[in-house]
């Protein structure tokens, strides 16, 4: 039967990167959506931005949902300090284990928690199966109908903590607007828009990184 994307990216990284090295397989998964076929990662231009600001976080627990083929949670697994608490959610179990043998690929397998399931199940059981009490640093990547409910989900489970940064994708394209009403009209967040592209397009989207009050 005929193959899916994500294993043709699979294959890509298995052939073009370097096992135990990151940056190849980020390169090799950016190469392979310009040049073969177009895929949702966050891709390179908003990527430095994802990585520009998981470096300034600097988190000791970082929550992102919606890992689809692993590649963001390769760009943050590669910048966490040892010992950082890092899952990843994922419903589709095929997208699933594309992005297990990606993050193992890479080298990151111990850094990242991969959890199948749905977000708005696993929120509420975060602190009782993972030990974790707030997230410093999340990253919103799913079902975009999905990120408003879940940052309410966050905030009556007590997953946030003064100072908790949650860096949105895709707020312009495909477009989060009951996402960006709430955090830019809640007296609880501080946000500001990273203006980019949609991952290998001239089509404009971009970031929305919004800083809990408390
Ligand atoms: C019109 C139009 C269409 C597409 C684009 C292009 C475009 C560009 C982008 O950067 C995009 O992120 C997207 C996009 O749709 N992303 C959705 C990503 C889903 C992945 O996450 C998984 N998932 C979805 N909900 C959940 C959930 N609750 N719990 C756990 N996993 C979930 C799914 O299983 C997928 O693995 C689309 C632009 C414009
Ligand atoms: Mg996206």
């Known amino acids: 039967t005929r193959s899916t994307r994500p294993q043709r990216m699979l294959k890509a990284v298995q052939k073009n990167a370097i096992r135990g090295n990151p940056e190849s397989v980020i390169s090799a998964i950016d190469y392979f959506c310009k040049h073969s076929e177009w895929a949702m990662n966050v891709g390179d231009e908003k990527g430095c931005i ?3 600001v998981v470096t ?3 988190p000791s627990t970082v929550l992102e949902l919606g890992t689809y083929c692993g590649y963001s949670t390769v760009r943050i697994a590669r910048l ?11 419903f589709n179990p095929a997208s699933a284990e594309v992005a297990r043998k990606i993050i193992a690929y890479a080298g990151l397998q ?11 199940d696993l929120i509420p ?3 009782k199966l993972y030990g974790i009490t707030t997230f410093d ?3 919103l990547d799913h079902w975009k109908d999905r990120y408003l409910p879940d940052i309410k989900l966050f905030e009556e ?8 940064v949650l860096l949105a994708d895709n707020v312009i394209c495909p477009g989060t607007p009951e996402y960006l009403e709430y955090v830019r009209n809640s007296p609880r ?16 989207d971009g970031l929305e990184k919004s800083l809990f009050l408390g």
């Open 157 to 164: 489970y007590g997953l946030l903590g003064k100072g908790s």
């Open 189 to 204: 967040y501080e946000s500001r828009y990273y203006p980019s592209h949609l991952e290998y397009t001239k089509v404009e």
């Open 56 to 58: 300034e976080v600097d």
């Open 125 to 127: 059981q975060i602190k």
């Open 137 to 139: 640093f999340i990253f």
């Open 110 to 120: 111990d850094k990242v928690t991969l959890v199948e399931g749905a977000s708005g």
């Open 50 to 52: 994802l990585d520009s």
């Open 80 to 90: 966490l300090s040892p010992g950082t608490k890092f899952i990843t959610v994922e």
